[in-house]
């Protein structure tokens, strides 16, 4: 084989950067010549990734679920990692701030359209059944759900709604996390007790998301665009993109978890409570939340249509003038 100017030049490189090492070139090209060829299975470790599902119990559908819940912790890993390179690693430049939240946004797109997979995937009485073995996890206590939260927004934009005005501005993180939305909607329907289900995660990850709000408390995503430069914050296109992430992570996601509830849960005389015994009508539909990343993006009339029909009208008529009519 000829020496191409490009393969000795590739060669230089090597032999500087091993070089500055102290290491030996010739030895790392000892190991090229000796290691076998990757293959697909081995780089994505096929044979572990489909031994991670372990069901509880007999019923054929129950990999289903925790195929689609595993999927879903992986969504929420790339989510984290544009956040992370945007508010911890940011250029700063706009371009940097449309590439990360545009991943963002279509990664949630995929997440809000993909929970019919489960929902039109398992049988309602097998469900209903398996669901009992598995207490008392429960989806809620997925903590990289929360972690996007964080990295997304100030705590006090996480407040629950009616206790959220009343907080004094010099609130300490503590006081903030102990009032966040999530952690009404895991109170015993019966007893108005915390659940067991939101005791073990407390217990867990409590002082993990503490120290995770201490870090992003000046550097979250809204904190870092409301304290942008002008040519990012005033950039029409970055505002549209970060309304659509505020709808599809606060309203779209939270209304398929809804939807499915409705499917499996509520079947009259009397509703099923949700695993854990939380009260899922009241927690799941984002207009009793009224969960916002980014307040400053949205009017008046839009915080009060949170979640309903006016302000998913008004975002269907975006997206049809933009992208034409949805069918």
């Known amino acids: 084989m000829e020496l191409t100017p490009e393969i000795l030049s590739r060669l230089e490189q090597l032999e500087k950067k091993y070089a500055s090492m102290g290491q030996d070139m010739v030895s790392y090209l000892d190991g090229l010549l000796y290691s076998n060829s990757l293959t697909y299975w081995e780089y994505i470790h096929l044979d572990t990734l489909l031994s991670l599902q372990n069901p509880q119990t007999d019923f054929e559908d ?60 398992m049988e309602s009485a097998q469900f209903l059944k398996f669901r009992m073995a598995l207490l008392p996890a429960s989806g809620f206590q997925s903590v990289q759900y929360r972690m996007i939260e964080v990295a997304s927004t100030s705590l006090g934009n996480l407040v629950k709604t009616g206790v959220r005005d009343r907080q004094p501005l010099d609130a300490t993180l503590e006081e903030l996390y102990n009032v966040i939305y999530w952690k009404y909607g895991n109170i015993e329907m019966k007893t108005g007790k915390k659940t067991l289900t939101l005791r ?80 899922w009508q009241k927690y799941l539909p984002p207009q009793f939340q009224k969960v916002m990343f980014f307040p400053e993006l949205w009017s008046e009339e839009e915080k009060n249509e949170w979640g ?20």
């Open 62 to 121: 129950e990999p289903i679920f925790i195929m689609y819940h595993q999927i879903t912790e992986l969504y929420f890993r790339l989510i984290l990692r544009e956040l992370e390179a945007l508010c911890l690693r940011n250029e700063g430049n706009l371009a940097d701030w449309l590439k990360r939240i545009r991943r963002v946004v279509n990664y949630f797109k995929n997440l809000a359209s993909s929970f019919d997979v489960m929902v039109e995937g």
């Open 200 to 279: 073990i995660f407390e217990k867990e990850y409590d002082k993990k998301l503490l120290e995770m709000a201490a870090t992003y408390r000046h550097q979250n995503v809204n904190q870092m665009y409301l304290s942008s430069h002008p040519e990012v914050r005033e950039n029409v296109e970055l505002k549209e993109i970060l309304r659509e992430y505020d709808l599809y992570a606060n309203v779209f996601w939270p209304l398929s978890h809804y939807k499915s509830a409705v499917r499996y849960l509520d079947r009259a005389p009397e509703v099923i409570e949700a695993t854990g015994g939380t009260n």
């Open 308 to 327: 309903k029909a006016g302000i998913l009208r008004m975002f269907r008529e975006k997206v049809e003038t933009r992208w034409g009519k949805i069918h």
